[in-house]
């Protein structure tokens, strides 16, 4: 949509002007006095033609960004107090969702730590329950072989050797409970999942939760990355996030 600012008879007037100017400037060589003047004479002309379309159209383009500026103290006026309303609602949801985060993070390391306390009591209730049981095998076997020597159903010598073999079974049987109870003591205990509460409304993202990285073993660091790259480290990280593949580190997510 356009608006005719100059009557038809002026536009055609300033078209006419236009080419003369545009025609004569390309034509003139200036290579004395006498061309010089006429070139002088021409900008002239040009520059009188400049006051008049200055004179018909500047009144139009002041008027323009008075009502532009009216327009933009408007805009600011209804616009900004709304910017700082959605400031606010950003920070209280953020303080917020940090703060469940945290919450579910503290609920979550309760839980594990409870079944791992729970898993730990299992595995030495187990391991005290084989021993036991180790020691009363044994105590039966010796009680066994000290009858039939009392009988004189075995001589001394070969008690002495069932004694031997007794005590070693019995040892044997001893270091087998103890090992089962310390495989179920570094079995893994499923890790407990607690989401936070935190509720999403379409176009309104959560807050943004950074990936940082934390060493973890510096032997398996590969040599790219000594003397520790920084900036490396942290690119890669926020790219590929928990399937960064980097030995010696640890990748987890600031609350």
Same mark, same amino acid.
């Given at each position: 949509?356009?608006?005719?600012?100059?009557?038809?008879?002026?536009?055609?007037?300033?078209?006419?002007?236009?080419?003369?100017?545009?025609?004569?400037?390309?034509?003139?060589?200036?290579?004395?006095?006498?061309?010089?003047?006429?070139?002088?004479?021409?900008?002239?002309?040009?520059?009188?033609?400049?006051?008049?379309?200055?004179?018909?159209?500047?009144?139009?383009?002041?008027?323009?960004?008075?009502?532009?500026?009216?327009?933009? =103290?408007?805009?600011?006026?209804?616009?900004?107090?709304?910017?700082?309303? =959605?400031?606010?609602?950003?920070?209280?949801?953020?303080?917020?969702?940090?703060?469940?985060?945290?919450?579910?993070?503290?609920?979550? =390391?309760?839980?594990?730590?409870?079944? /791992?306390?729970?898993?730990?009591?299992?595995?030495?209730?187990?391991?005290?329950?084989?021993?036991?049981?180790? =020691?009363?095998?044994?105590?039966?076997?010796?009680?066994?072989?000290?009858?039939?020597?009392?009988?004189?159903?075995?001589?001394?010598?070969?008690?002495?050797?069932?004694?031997?073999?007794?005590?070693?079974?019995?040892?044997?049987?001893?270091?087998?409970?103890?090992?089962?109870?310390?495989?179920?003591?570094?079995?893994?205990?499923?890790?407990?999942?607690?989401?936070?509460?935190?509720?999403?409304?379409?176009?309104?993202?959560?807050?943004?939760?950074?990936?940082?990285?934390?060493?973890?073993?510096? /032997?398996?660091?590969?040599?790219?990355?000594?003397?520790?790259?920084?900036?490396?480290?942290?690119?890669?990280?926020?790219?590929?996030?928990?399937?960064?593949?980097?030995?010696?580190?640890?990748?987890?997510?600031?609350?």
């Amino acid at each position: 949509m356009s608006t005719q600012l100059v009557g038809p008879g002026e536009t055609q007037q300033f078209e006419t002007s236009l080419a003369l100017f545009k025609q004569q400037a390309q034509a003139i060589e200036v290579t004395d006095k006498e061309s010089c003047l006429v070139a002088k004479t021409m900008q002239r002309d040009v520059r009188d033609y400049m006051k008049d379309i200055h004179a018909k159209l500047d009144p139009f383009v002041n008027s323009a960004k008075r009502n532009l500026q009216v327009a933009r =103290d408007e805009l600011s006026k209804w616009i900004d107090p709304a910017e700082a309303v =959605d400031s606010t609602l950003g920070t209280k949801v953020k303080t917020y969702e940090q703060n469940e985060r945290l919450a579910a993070q503290r609920e979550q =390391d309760r839980i594990n730590e409870e079944n /791992r306390r729970k898993a730990k009591e299992e595995a030495d209730a187990k391991a005290k329950k084989a021993k036991e049981d180790a =020691d009363f095998d044994r105590a039966v076997k010796v009680a066994e072989i000290k009858k039939k020597l009392k009988n004189k159903e075995i001589g001394k010598r070969e008690a002495a050797r069932l004694l031997r073999e007794a005590g070693d079974y019995a040892e044997a049987m001893k270091e087998e409970a103890e090992a089962r109870a310390e495989e179920e003591k570094n079995k893994p205990v499923a890790e407990v999942q607690v989401k936070p509460n935190i509720p999403t409304v379409s176009g309104v993202p959560t807050s943004r939760r950074p990936w940082r990285w934390a060493a973890t073993d510096l /032997r398996k660091i590969p040599d790219d990355f000594w003397i520790l790259d920084d900036l490396k480290i942290n690119a890669i990280v926020r790219n590929d996030k928990d399937k960064t593949n980097i030995p010696g580190i640890r990748v987890f997510q600031e609350p």
